[in-house]
């Protein structure tokens, strides 16, 4: 199941469905992003994911390294990459590691805790 959510997350990303991507972590969850301060919410996960004017992200893939599940929480760490369209059109290609906290909520896994960096070219 979490396999699964990983692959509907890259693939709204990619549709540009903010609210979607908010729904996939709980009301509470959190967001560590590159060079930010923690985020938190639904309505701050929707501005942190809604695409900017003109911006698009044509590509992106999770590649989970390792997920342990203890009950009703779960972990998960890997990388991530994508490539993103702006206005120009001019590609960018990027890539990451991230650590994922899960939590069951009413037999849905959604995330809690998601911190994430870049690792340069």
Do not use: C
Request: hydrophobic residues 30%; glycine residues 8%; without cysteine.
């Amino acid at each position: 199941a979490i396999l699964e959510n990983v692959s509907t997350f890259s693939q709204n990303v990619m549709k540009g469905d903010y609210k979607a991507i908010a729904a996939s972590y709980t009301t509470d969850g959190k967001i560590f992003p590159n060079n930010r301060d923690i985020m938190e919410g639904t309505a701050a996960l929707e501005s942190y994911w809604k695409p900017s004017e003109g911006w698009q992200t044509t590509y992106h893939k999770v590649t989970p390294k390792e997920i342990k599940v203890l009950g009703d929480e779960a972990y998960d760490y890997g990388y991530y990459e994508g490539t993103s369209k702006g206005p120009d059109r001019n590609e960018s290609n990027w890539k990451g590691k991230y650590v994922i906290t899960w939590k069951k909520v009413n037999g849905e896994w959604k995330i809690y805790l998601d911190i994430w960096n870049s690792i340069k070219e």
